[in-house]
Each structure stands twice: as structure tokens, then as C-alpha cells.
């Protein structure tokens, strides 16, 4: 006979079906919820539904946002002559922490990868082909994961850009900055040594 | 200008308020429940609500529990002479989870710690004696974590229990079976060396 009361089991194999989360994880996370004052834990539980229902995808670049267009598209601060693709919403995250990038955005929601049976109709590819008719878009980024999926998407991404007159480039990929040659894999150094660049 | 949705933001704030859940953590959980289907999100965000305001301290061991007295102490299958004080409710679950003991439990939500402002007041101490006032109780088993607020209570609630004819035993603290000496400090150790027992 199980001796855990039935809301704290519940809450337990709630929270242990979030990735990364065991069930002594679960089980951590749950004590410390219940211990939590009440409108602490409202704002929590209140978060996680209003984040579901609340957030839909961009209506442009398929992002995630609460208002359509979103803040990138409908910004009058960005260049909307340069498109960076990427895979999901958490890259585009990524990209501006960097504060590096100032063009748009378009988001995949995945990438080719026939074993997963998704194919580029399953992606938001033919909504980027849309927003190159007209004429404003000067530069495709691909930003995809250097992966067997990211690059046959950005392969398929390129000969479909590319003959429409749209320049097709690719992010760089090698050694991260402050990493050492030993820890990275033969694929990684290979990639660094036919990217390389002359010193001038 | 921050781009990322608010509802997302917030989400990803709320999250990273619970222990063991860094940014990034919870910016991963996030986008994942934002992914999840709309019924699986209501039934996390319900949990979480229903954990807190249906889980009660039992009015006889202190332990969280949705039914008053809790299970544990209305079953009739175990051994009401003996109590095994433990420090949180998380423990009576791991006390639990070696199905060795079956007598009742008392939780006195902490540990007596003068640094935190934490006295014998502040726990389930006179709970506990309470229940010594009839004569079922043959032996208290104190299993506090072996820390110096640990010990302190342990030391602190058999010099209560101890005038009052209740067997007061604490459970053995050594190498942790398929430990290995290496790996453990000296105070463990040397505890151990303590606490050793004759082979016959």
C-alpha cells in the first residue's frame, strides 16, 4: 500500500514527465512546491497555462509570441533585408543574446529527417519562400544545427533560395571559442580545418 | 528591448525560482511546455494547485497528507510502539521506500539550528511527547540527519523522552552499503571506526 498522499504522487509523475526531470528530481521539486507560499505557487501554476494559451506562433516568421505580428517582425528597428532560419523558437533566444544580429527571423519547428518521417512539408519552408516575393529580402542565413538533419535541410533550404536570385549563406561552424582542440570530436576539427580562413 | 514573449518570460521567471532549475533549465522546460498538448499542460498546472492546497500537516505525526489522520497513522497494520522521528516529510518517504519499518512516524519539519532562528519551538517537539502520554509508545527511533543540528535534536528530544521511560535509539551512521573508503571523508570514517560492532 502506497503511503504518499494522491495530490503529491499526482504532482510528482506530473513533474517527472518534464525532460530532465527524474523522479528524485520530481519528488524534490514537489516537497519544495508544497512548502511554497500559496501565491507563489498560483503565479507558478498560472504561468505554466497562460504560457500555453497565450502563445501562438508568429503569423510572418512562425516564432512564438503572444501578439501577431511579433516584436521582431513588427519592429521598425530591424533590417528586413536579411532572414536568419533557424530550428525552434529557443534558437532565435540564442541568437539574440548575442546581440549580433539585427535582421529577422524565420523558424523551422524542426528539421528534414525521414527516420522522424518529417519532411519539408511538415516545416515552415513554404512560408519563407513566401516572404521572398517580394523583393526586400537580400540574405538568407541558415542557422540549422551542423547535424545530419540541419544540413540536408539547409541544402534543401539553399536550392530553393538560391534560384530565386535570394544570397544563401550558412553560419560557420569549428571550435567554439575558448574550447581545446582535445575535447572536440574528428568531425568538429575537420569542419575547423576545411573552414579555415588566411591570416592576412 | 527584450523580444521574447511575455507569457514565455514569465513562465521561464517562475520556473527558475524552483530549486535546482538554473536559466537554462528553465527556459528548456519552458519552450517544452509550450510544445506539450493543451491537456497534458492543464493537468501540470493543476497538480501543482492541488499539491498545495489539498496537502495538509497530519494533526497526529505532522506529516503532509490529504486525509486527517493520514494513512499511515490510521492503518491498523502497524506497530503503534514505535515512532521513528524524522526530520521532513521527504524522509518518511525514504523510510518508506525500504519497506524495513513498520511503525508510525513523526515529522518535526526541521531541525533545531540557533544560526537559522530555528528552536525546539519551531518543530514538532511537544507533538511528539504528546504522544507519549499514553503508554503505547515503547521506543522512539530518532533518524535526524547526521549534521550538527541533527545530532543537537536527536540529543535535545532524548533528554526529554528518556526521564519519561521510552527506549530512545538512533539509527546507525557509517560507510553506506557498496560505499567505499576512499571516496568518504574522515568524520564518516571515523564514525564508523565508532561505531563498529564484534563479529561472532
Redesign the interface.
Known amino acids: ?1 502506497k ?6 504522487e ?2 510528482i ?3 517527472n ?5 527524474g523522479s528524485k ?1 520530481a ?8 512548502d ?1 507560499q ?1 501565491d ?16 501562438k506562433e508568429c503569423s510572418i516568421c512562425s516564432n ?4 501577431d505580428p ?3 517582425c513588427s ?1 521598425s528597428k530591424r533590417d528586413n533585408s536579411t532572414i536568419c532560419v533557424v530550428e ?3 534558437d ?2 540564442a541568437m ?1 543574446r548575442t546581440r549580433c544580429f539585427n535582421g529577422l527571423y524565420h523558424v523551422l519547428h524542426g528539421v528534414i529527417s525521414p527516420q522522424k518521417g518529417i519532411g519539408p512539408a511538415n516545416l515552415k519552408i513554404r512560408e519563407l519562400l513566401r516572404r521572398l516575393e517580394d523583393d526586400s529580402v537580400e540574405e538568407i542565413i541558415i542557422a540549422t544545427n551542423p547535424t545530419v538533419e540541419g544540413d540536408t535541410t539547409a541544402l534543401y533550404i539553399s536550392k530553393l533560395t538560391i534560384p530565386l536570385g535570394v544570397k544563401t549563406t550558412r553560419i560557420a561552424y569549428g571550435i567554439p571559442v575558448g574550447g581545446d582542440l582535445e575535447y572536440y570530436d574528428e568531425v568538429t576539427i575537420s569542419t575547423a580545418l576545411n573552414n579555415r580562413r588566411e591570416l592576412k
Chains 1, 2 share one sequence.
Open positions: 500500500m503511503m504518499t498522499a494522491k495530490p503529491i499526482n504532482l509523475n506530473q513533474l514527465k518534464l525532460p530532465g526531470i528530481t519528488q524534490r521539486l514537489a516537497y519544495y512546491i508544497i511554497m500559496q507563489e505557487v498560483e503565479k507558478l501554476s498560472n504561468s505554466i497555462l497562460d504560457a500555453k494559451l497565450q502563445v512564438f509570441t503572444d501578439e511579433c516584436k521582431i519592429s525552434y523558437p529557443k532565435v533566444e539574440e
